[in-house]
């Protein structure tokens, strides 16, 4: 293959896997998200199944995008001629170490951050909504193994529903809530 053809199937498999990830990426349709968010019932298999689907497009996209990418780098090796491809192929692969490096921190910021704007938005719809949180028993273990909550085993669901609003900031259960009081009691 010459260099210029090898530039151009690789231009265009980068062209075919940024589509794959920009499908992958955005697979739910205005149409979907406003019937999540008015409350209609929803197609839990046909949700589930475009996830999946989702996810093989967005590893689809990658491949093809770094394959196409591999193919320019072979063409530039290639049209450099032997002289200079011993030298080029070492910056080609300290440049893979570095992308290598700064993807796993890219990682580990983001899986922070996102755990970080998770609990906010959490806290806020649980206050906004007076939400019950605590009454699902999965997710209250969810929340405590994302807070790193530990489970003892004197806890009863009560004790640890409370330390995991404590560490969420949250009062009480039932902290702020108006006190009924009887109809004939005097207002003094």
């Known amino acids: 293959m010459s260099q210029h053809l090898l530039t151009i199937?690789?231009?265009?498999l980068q062209i075919l896997g940024a589509f794959f990830l920009a499908k992958g990426v955005i697979w739910k349709s205005p149409r979907y998200l406003m019937r999540e968010l008015i409350g209609v019932p929803l197609e839990r298999f046909r949700t589930f199944r475009h996830y999946i689907s989702g996810r093989i497009e967005v590893i689809l996209g990658f491949v093809l995008?770094?394959?196409?990418a591999g193919l320019q780098m072979a063409a530039e090796v290639r049209r450099a001629?032997?002289?200079a491809a011993a030298g080029l192929l070492f910056w080609i692969g300290a440049c893979l170490v570095g992308i290598a490096v700064i993807a796993t921190v890219l990682y580990v910021v983001v899986r922070r951050l996102a755990r970080r704007v998770f609990l906010e938005i959490f806290v806020e719809q649980v206050r906004r909504r007076h939400w019950p949180f605590q009454?699902?028993?999965e997710l209250l273990r969810e929340l405590g193994d994302l807070l790193e909550?530990?489970?003892?085993e004197r806890d009863t669901v009560d004790t640890y529903q409370a330390r995991v609003r404590e560490r969420l900031g949250l009062p009480p259960r039932g902290a702020g809530r108006?006190?009924?009081?009887?109809i004939d009691e005097?207002?003094?």
Do not use: K, M, N, S
């Not at 199937?9 to 265009?12: A, M, N, P, S």
């Not at 108006?178 to 009887?182: K, S």
């Open 81 to 83: 001629g032997p002289d």
């Open 186 to 188: 005097d207002e003094g």
């Open 149 to 152: 909550i530990p489970r003892t």
């Open 135 to 137: 009454e699902d028993p």
């Open 9 to 12: 199937v690789g231009l265009g």
């Open 65 to 68: 995008l770094a394959v196409g």
């Open 178 to 182: 108006r006190q009924r009081r009887p």
